[in-house]
């Protein structure tokens, strides 16, 4: 029986304009409420808020306040904060955010946890019913291993897609600078056993969905277990999506037993077609020469590309930030997502840039990855920011988004997917017409 209740909230962020982010839906929710939830004890209530698609009670009947945020969103997490201390609660911060910047939240948060929540969690819930709340809990796990299954139910009153999370994976062996994923892991990746992501996907299944978004920084990081894991989701007859490295594409065999189980969408972090600015962001491990043929033989498998790509590397200018987006139009990237280089704090990026003078503030209001922050290499802050808006403007404008998607070679295959890349470009172009950033989906 629940004597306490713990309210969970998943912080929104400023838009460019500085309205908050609203949205009717969330196409990709997170797994951390239903994760956190499961590993939280029978004798606590647990409430959700993805800020994004719902209100914030600030009237409350909760005891406890948890707050996730991601990225920029730690300024509204912040505000969120210190709402409830006025009001008498206590508040307790995790993520990646709350871990890289912590003085950012001094006075706003009773504790945080470092990293992995898996053990501290329980932990922290404990020390409070016991009135011995410590201001930090720093319990990295060594492994994924037994991990209960998240109460997605949680997820299933909330206005969300077709997909729900599943992990396979956390963290990442590259050490890429601009990386969070990096600064919090170090090199670590961990993944889970492959019956326990099995069964998560059939409970999911077993809830009426379809699909499944398979979270893990580099699914091609072992590659055998991604063979065992893909033969394991075969036989389930779900389409799933995930984010990968382009080097899965040199596999041309383990490419197509991904797709044959249902792999419909990957995310890859392409970042630059500069080789000199992935090296000196400490990404020299992939070759951008291959970019191209890769890309096709992962459309040719049967999978939808899409990518990220970073602007304002130290190999960039402003021509050769045109000549990406001539590349995106090429290849038909039929998603493609732009941001502006961003030293977050916390990361290597951030303290090399510091060390060599090249922040041109603190102010992290504008670390949103749609401002530039820094000097960049090889052209000015004024020249980077048009740049970026330059790209954003071609990008969604309505002749780029009919040839990426509606007229790709691949609609006819897999109309379903391209005519889901349209919406979500038209949505992209909505918010670009609006002056904000196309980046939160
Ligand atoms: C799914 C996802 C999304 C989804 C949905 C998010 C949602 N609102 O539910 C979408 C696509 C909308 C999204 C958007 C964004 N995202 Co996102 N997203 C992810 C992704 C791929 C998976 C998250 C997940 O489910 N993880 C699984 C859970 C179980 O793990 P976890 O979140 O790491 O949490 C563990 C611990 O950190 C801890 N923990 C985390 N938070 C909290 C909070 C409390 C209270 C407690 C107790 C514990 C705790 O507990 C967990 C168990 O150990 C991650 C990558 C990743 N590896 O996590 C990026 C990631 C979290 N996103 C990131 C970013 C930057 C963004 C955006 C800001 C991008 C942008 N420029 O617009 C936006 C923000 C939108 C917003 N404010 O709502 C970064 C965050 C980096 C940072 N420094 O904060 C990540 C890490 C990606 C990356 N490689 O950099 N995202």
New binding site residues.
């Given amino acids: 029986m629940a004597d306490r209740k713990v309210l ?1 909230i ?4 400023y838009s460019r304009g500085n309205t908050l982010c609203k949205q009717k839906k ?1 196409f ?5 409420f239903p ?2 939830a499961a590993l939280t004890p029978d004798d606590w209530e647990v409430e959700t808020i ?1 800020e ?1 698609i719902e209100d914030v009670p600030f009237e409350t009947d909760a005891e406890l306040i ?3 945020a ?4 730690i300024f509204r997490a912040r505000e969120i904060a210190r709402d409830f201390k006025r009001r008498g609660k206590t508040v ?6 709350a871990a ?1 910047a912590p003085d950012f939240l001094a006075g706003c948060a009773d504790s945080i ?1 470092y ?4 053990k501290a ?1 329980p932990m922290l819930l404990e020390d409070y019913k016991q009135g011995n709340l410590k201001k930090e809990y720093r319990v990295a796990v060594d492994d994924l291993d037994n991990l209960p299954v998240p109460r997605y139910e949680l997820l299933k009153e909330k206005r969300t897609g077709f997909m729900m ?1 599943v ?1 396979a994976g ?1 963290g990442c062996q590259h050490r890429c600078s601009f ?3 990096a600064c919090i892991y170090e090199g670590r990746y961990m993944s889970r056993p492959v019956d326990e992501v099995v069964r998560d996907i059939e409970k999911i299944k077993s809830l009426g969905y379809r699909g499944f978004y398979l ?1 893990d ?1 580099n699914l091609i990081g072992n590659g055998n277990y991604l063979k065992e894991l893909v033969d394991r989701i075969k036989p389930l007859k779900m389409m799933w999506a995930s ?1 990968c490295s382009l080097n899965l594409a040199r596999s041309p065999g383990l490419l197509e037993e991904v797709a044959r189980s249902g792999c419909r969408i990957l995310s890859f972090g392409l970042e630059s077609n500069s080789q000199e600015g992935l090296d000196k962001l400490n990404k020299g491990w992939v070759n951008v020469g291959d970019h191209e043929k890769l890309l096709a033989r992962v459309n040719r498998a049967g999978i939808m590309a899409t990518a990220e790509f970073i602007l304002g590397t130290d190999g960039d200018t402003a021509e050769s930030i045109r000549e990406l987006y001539r590349f995106v139009m090429r290849t038909k990237i039929a998603i493609a997502r732009f ?1 502006i280089l961003t030293p ?1 704090p916390g990361t290597d990026l951030y303290h090399q840039f510091k060390a060599e003078g090249r922040l041109l503030h603190e102010n992290y209001q504008f670390y949103t ?1 749609t401002h530039c922050v820094f000097k960049p290499n090889r052209m000015s802050p004024e020249e980077l920011d048009a740049s970026y808006q330059w790209v954003i403007d071609r990008i969604y404008s309505l002749p780029s988004i009919i040839r990426r998607t509606i007229f790709n070679r691949n609609f006819l295959k897999h109309p379903l997917l391209y005519l889901y890349a349209l919406l979500v470009n038209l949505d992209y172009r909505k918010l670009v017409r609006a002056g904000e950033a196309p ?3």
């Fill in positions: 969970l998943q912080a929104s962020q969330i990709v929710p997170g797994l951390l994760h956190l993805i994004i948890g707050i996730a991601m990225g920029h969103a307790v911060f995790g993520g990646y955010m890289m946890i990293g992995d929540a898996e969690w999370p992990q956390r990386c969070s994923i979270v920084d984010q941001y977050i990855s980046n939160v989906h």
